[in-house]
């Protein structure tokens, strides 16, 4: 474990490769579901932003720990949308 003070700018962060899931197809948000994204040019439904963020966090802990999910923030930006 590495602690925050030792990052430094530019450091990769373990590969973690995961099949993105959409388990909000059920959503108020209808652009989750298929059909109503697919009327909105997109390929199929968007797996939700905050799933992505959730998946996304999984090498921050491996380096930096479990006290991160406590405190620690990050902030993200999807340039492109995420299908299952």
Do not use: C
Not at 21 to 26: G, I, S
Not at 36 to 53: D, I, R, S
């Amino acid at each position: 474990m590495t602690s925050f003070a030792a990052l430094r700018p530019g450091q990769e962060l373990p590969e973690y490769r995961v099949r993105a899931r959409n388990f909000a197809t059920a959503s108020e948000n209808k652009i989750h579901e298929d059909s109503v994204a697919k009327q909105y040019g997109f390929a199929g439904g968007l797996v939700p932003g905050v799933t992505v963020y959730a998946y996304m966090t999984r090498p921050v802990v491996e380096v930096l720990g479990k006290d991160w999910l406590a405190h620690g923030t990050a902030t993200a930006r999807f340039l492109k949308p995420f299908y299952e």
